[in-house]
């Protein structure tokens, strides 16, 4: 698998086909490779975590030359994924060019918009969140919020790669567009839909109450939070049980509980508060009631049941753990300097060591 890619989208989808057991050959620019490798701050992880698992070679396929040795990795590819501006990659090579070169190739392209009005606009995660309503439902009111992740590039990647397998599956080659929009509506399809049921505007999630009664972050006695939910009538008999709190009609039935809110969550709290944060989930989990203890993401790092779903890998002499694609078991630990794997991948292709020298010291590859 051919990945042309940067940042977060089309670096998912090489990814995901890594922990697949599929070989990804990464394709950077020899001046400097991927942008996300001199990110800082927030950011400065980006490169290490969606390029585990892939080989780096550094090419300049704007030359000539350089457009030769890509024409020569696509015929020897099953899969290309890139993420590059709308119509970067036909000034370099085009669909029709790619498919003579390759008719069994299946060419995945991430872009910010699929066909229509938008098709030739650039976009990014953050903005399609805010165009697609994911920002105003995450938010608060008057205060749209970007998701904690960049999980639009990666659900988009998520779904190019389900399409891409559909094909495999199939036997079928060609030409495969998936944009961030038309992930992000997907995502938020259910409060569109939700909409035209309620024929009122919809409060952004975290300022309107959920469907259920007790749905909401608690204080233990040793001050941790932790979110406890109850979406049954039978569960909410199993939670007073677990906390010795007497059975009360006005509470028995769920929608009595949700319209009771104001007065039923501050009696809760008044009960928990005397439990420290083990005995609740002791009891929580005896009556197998869900719930969430609020973490932070590095504080998985100390998470017996997340270690077990996380990958060691080493980048420049750093040591890192991280996730894995679920269920996969082709966990590759390797993350690559720019242009590590230029020369192996070349000698493969056949170019003769003279040749290589001589691409070398044109700036071809690196």
């Not at 309620?198 to 040793?222: C, H, Q, T, V």
């Not at 939910?229 to 006005?250: K, L, M, V, Y």
């Not at 049941?305 to 991280?322: C, P, R």
Request: proline share 4%; with cysteine; hydrophobic share 35%.
């Amino acid at each position: 698998m051919l990945e042309i890619g940067q940042v977060v989208a089309g670096p998912t989808a090489g990814l995901i086909f890594s922990d697949l057991g599929f070989r990804v050959i990464k394709i950077e620019n020899p001046n400097g490779g991927d942008i996300s490798r001199k990110l800082t701050g927030s950011s400065s992880g980006t490169f290490e975590y969606y390029n585990r698992g892939k080989e780096s070679i550094a090419l300049d396929f704007r030359t000539d030359t350089g457009k030769k040795i890509l024409e020569g990795l696509i015929k020897n590819a099953d899969i290309i994924v890139e993420n590059l501006g709308p119509g970067s990659m036909d000034k370099i090579i085009n669909q029709d060019r790619i498919k003579q070169l390759n008719p069994k190739i299946i060419y995945l392209s991430i872009k910010g918009y699929m066909c229509g009005p938008y098709e030739n606009r650039k976009s990014l995660d953050f903005p399609i969140e805010i165009e697609s309503g994911i920002a105003y439902m995450t938010g608060l009111k008057n205060k749209p919020m970007r998701i904690g992740s960049s999980a639009i590039d990666m659900a988009t990647a998520m779904m190019g790669v389900m399409l891409v397998l559909d094909k495999l599956r199939r036997h079928e080659s060609g030409f495969i567009k998936i944009g961030l929009f038309e992930t992000a509506m997907f995502l938020v399809g259910q409060h569109i839909v939700t909409y035209q049921k309620e024929k009122r505007d919809l409060m952004p999630l975290n300022e309107e109450n959920f469907a259920w009664g007790i749905y909401d972050f608690f204080m233990s006695s040793d001050n941790k939070k932790i979110f406890i939910a109850i979406s049954t009538d039978t569960q909410w008999g199993d939670f007073c049980r677990a906390f010795n709190i007497p059975p009360r009609d006005e509470y028995k039935s769920n929608i009595q509980r949700y319209n009771q809110r104001d007065k039923l969550i501050p009696e809760i709290q008044k009960i928990l508060i005397s439990y420290n944060l083990n005995d609740i989930i002791l009891r929580l989990n005896k009556f197998n009631i869900s719930y969430g203890i609020l973490n932070r993401p590095w504080d998985l790092l100390k998470n017996e049941h997340a270690l077990m779903h996380m990958v060691n890998a080493e980048y420049n002499g750093t040591d890192f753990i991280m996730p894995y694609v679920p269920g996969t078991r082709n966990n590759k630990k390797n993350i690559e300097n720019l242009g590590c794997s230029s020369l192996k991948i070349l000698r493969e292709l056949g170019y003769t060591a003279e040749e290589i020298k001589n691409f070398i010291d044109s700036g071809v590859i690196k």
